[in-house]
Nanobody
């Protein structure tokens, strides 16, 4: 069984910064793409950023220039550095990873439990 555990959410004023981290643990053979999604109240969950195992990254337009995603393949972790935060960034942020379990033959989409990010104006 694989667990994704997020940390680093909280309350911050507009213009401030937060760093989210996510660690995958369990019987992991390989992790493909890792990413961060967010869901604001009354809205659909949206992709914020993802990073492949080769280090290629992609961001939602609203995050470009402000957020940076990174990963440590040796530690099975992914982080999201968020700068210049805006009230509209307020949401629950979820870690996501495509994980192949030990002894498995395909990748499974796994989710963390979510961490709240609140940006006050």
């Amino acid at each position: 069984q694989v667990q994704l555990v997020e940390s680093g959410g909280g309350l911050v004023q507009a213009g401030g910064s937060l760093r989210l981290s996510c660690a995958a643990s369990g019987s992991i053979f390989s992790i493909n793409t890792m990413g961060w999604y967010r869901q604001a109240p009354g809205k659909r969950r949206e992709l914020v950023a993802f990073i492949t195992k080769y280090g290629d990254t992609n961001y939602v337009d609203s995050a470009k220039g402000r957020f940076t995603i990174s990963r440590d393949n040796a530690k099975n972790t992914v982080s999201l550095q968020m700068n210049s935060l805006k009230p509209e960034d307020t949401a629950v942020y979820y870690c996501n990873a495509e994980i192949m379990f030990s002894g498995g033959f395909s990748y499974t989409n796994s989710w963390g439990q979510g961490t709240q990010v609140t940006v006050s104006s």
